[in-house]
């Protein structure tokens, strides 16, 4: 099978905790955009969505899935969102789509959060992904520093083809940190949040996932 159809099936195996009659919070890339094309599918059996992103916005209204601000939401049932690496403990890098900070925000106020991965995905230990970090930009050089010293190779995440920092959809700044092994990602969190100028931290450890559905050869399994 291909990456996509892993994707894709971890994608239809997420309706399954889907709750009907709920707000259903969705996340942003490849295979959160899998799920929202099978969410559409059953798109009559939802109150609505809280999207983590202008792209999922975009894509769930395209599809006519009713999108509401999370200022006017209460309570999530069910937070649905792929991640660029999950441990067996269910703490995840996320932010390799650039939506971390909503992703987070949206996560931090559902019930239970569901990840949808494809295999290869899983890791022993977080790090092998460049850890992303959304600042506001004129701390860019003050955090960048920061997150030097603690041993990673920072790096600033710039627009497609041009030397300029890649924008976010808070109008943040990103700064991707590689070569970071991450033994206690509770504590890395902690830390990276403490910089003043972090909008986010793309370790999602304090509170990770619930549920982790990962696409394989051998069909999909649940890692929690
Ligand atoms: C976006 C994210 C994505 O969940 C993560 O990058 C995984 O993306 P994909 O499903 O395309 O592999 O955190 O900010």
Do not use: W
């Not at 059996?45 to 792209?55: F, P």
């Not at 991640?83 to 890098?93: Q, R, T």
């Not at 987070?104 to 295999?119: E, L, N, Q, Y």
């Amino acid at each position: 099978m291909t990456q996509d159809e892993l994707k894709q099936a971890v994608a239809r195996a997420a309706i399954g905790y889907v709750v009907d009659g709920e707000i259903i919070g969705v996340g942003t890339g490849s295979t959160a955009n899998f799920f929202i094309d099978e969410l559409a599918t059953i798109k009559d059996r939802i109150k609505g969505t809280v999207a983590s992103s202008e792209a999922t916005a975009a894509r769930l209204k395209g599809h006519g899935i009713p999108v509401f601000d999370l200022n006017d939401v209460e309570s999530i049932a069910v937070y649905i969102d792929g991640a660029d690496e999950i441990d067996a403990s269910g703490a995840m890098i996320k932010g390799g789509g650039a939506a971390l900070t909503r992703e987070k925000i949206v996560a931090s106020v559902s019930k239970s959060f569901v990840c949808i991965a494809d295999g290869s995905k899983l890791v022993e230990t977080l790090g092998k992904f460049a850890l992303p970090v959304e600042v506001i930009p004129m701390a860019r050089n003050a955090v960048f520093r920061q997150l030097a010293a603690l041993g990673g190779q920072p790096k600033v995440r710039v627009k497609p083809g041009s030397d300029e920092p890649f924008v976010t959809d808070n109008g943040g700044h990103l700064i991707d940190v590689a070569g970071l092994s991450i033994t206690d990602p509770v504590a890395l969190e902690n830390t990276i949040n403490g910089m003043v100028g972090v909008i986010a931290v793309g370790l999602f450890a304090a509170r990770g996932a619930n549920v982790c559905l990962l696409g394989t050869a051998e069909g999909v399994k649940s890692l929690r």
